[in-house]
């Protein structure tokens, strides 16, 4: 199979923190509760946005494994980022740190995009699935979000999702009616890794092609733990060894180095692949499906929904 390897990955997620301020039941980091947590330096942040800045357009996401909102510095650094040109910025949140402060730090920063992960409007069920979280308050949160943002006439897209679990199927559709016309998206995700291989997802087995495909993460984005050290994709949530030390290398040269080729050398003879997160992921099945999506999307003044 032929497939291009850009010079650089056009989509780059920089993990902030993989501290959490939730305990959430379907979280793959239940996997590894003594992983070791940290904060990625600013200046590290900042470099590795200063060598990207050269190969625009470089969407990214500074965000994964924990929640970005206890980095002390993340308003000034997506805005570093907004600076040197990366876009679009999309963050992800459970917002109960989302003071006013913040909320408007990160509007004025230039956020592109921010997904806040709710999963439902029964406060019982809440407490349930996210576990050491407040609904009350990120309700509050997320509603002074929206209303800040229409005030100052923001560009900002606010998404709130759901991941369908045992705990809120029965309350979906209440959770989809009480924001579809307030967010601009609501997006339903399924339950992945519930087996204790991140990115499994027995259902999606059904979809696509039954026959195993090259996937399109390994050529076309990169994930830098709070350390430096690289992954492959948002389903990468404990690689060992690491794809590269961009801290010490740079993102290129690990772009571009031994690791990587080993990896994508798999994908394009996927009947030889052995990766062990990649092994038992249904992931790559997304790229082959018409709309590339998994799960429900609703936008706001309309609805579609997606098998």
Same mark, same amino acid.
């Given at each position: ?18 501290? @959490?301020?939730?305990? %959430? ?32 357009? =470089?969407?990214? =996401? +500074? ?25 679009? =910025? ?9 003071s006013e402060l913040m909320a408007k730090r990160l ?11 709710? #999963?439902?409007? #029964?406060?019982?069920?809440?407490? &349930? ?6 609904? +009350? ?11 800040? &943002? ?26 989809? !009616?009480?924001?579809?016309?307030? !967010? ?22 059904? !979809? ?22 690289? /992954?492959? %994709? ?18 290129? !040269? ?16 996927? /009947? ?5 997160? @990649?092994?038992? @992921? ?13 799960? *429900?999307?609703?936008?706001? *003044? ?6």
């Amino acid at each position: 199979m032929t497939i291009k390897t850009p010079a650089f990955p056009s989509r780059l997620t920089l993990e902030l923190t993989n501290q @959490c301020n939730y305990k %959430c039941a379907m979280c793959p980091s239940r996997f590894d509760p003594g992983e070791a947590k940290g904060m990625m330096e600013p200046k590290l942040f900042k470099r590795l946005v200063d060598e990207a800045s050269g190969h625009l357009p =470089v969407a990214l =996401v +500074p965000f994964f494994r924990g929640e970005s909102l206890l980095h002390p510095a993340i308003a000034n650094l997506i805005a570093y980022a907004k600076g040197k040109g990366l876009g679009p =910025v999309q963050l992800a949140s459970n917002g109960l740190l989302l003071s006013e402060l913040m909320a408007k730090r990160l509007l004025d920063a230039g956020l592109d995009f921010i997904s806040f992960s709710l #999963d439902t409007m #029964d406060e019982l069920e809440y407490r &349930r699935i996210r576990k050491g979280g407040d609904l +009350p308050q990120v309700l509050r949160n997320v509603r002074r979000f929206l209303r800040l &943002r229409d005030q100052g006439g923001y560009a900002t897209t606010v998404q709130v999702s759901a991941t369908r679990t045992g705990l809120n199927q029965e309350s979906m559709q209440k959770f989809i !009616a009480a924001w579809q016309n307030v !967010a601009d998206r609501v997006r339903i995700y399924y339950e992945h890794s519930a087996d204790g291989h991140t990115g499994s997802l027995p259902g999606l087995g059904q !979809a696509g092609p039954q026959e195993r495909l090259a996937c399109q993460k390994p050529f076309s984005e990169m994930v830098v733990y709070h350390n430096g050290q690289a /992954a492959l %994709c948002n389903h990468d949530w404990y690689r060992d060894p690491p794809l590269g030390d961009v801290g010490r290398s740079g993102i290129q !040269a690990v772009w571009q180095g031994e690791a990587y080729a080993r990896l994508r050398g798999q994908h394009k003879d996927p /009947a030889g692949l052995s990766d062990a997160t @990649c092994l038992h @992921c249904d992931h790559w099945r997304v790229h082959y499906l018409e709309n590339q999506l998994v799960g *429900e999307l609703y936008l706001k *003044e309309q609805s579609t929904a997606y098998a």
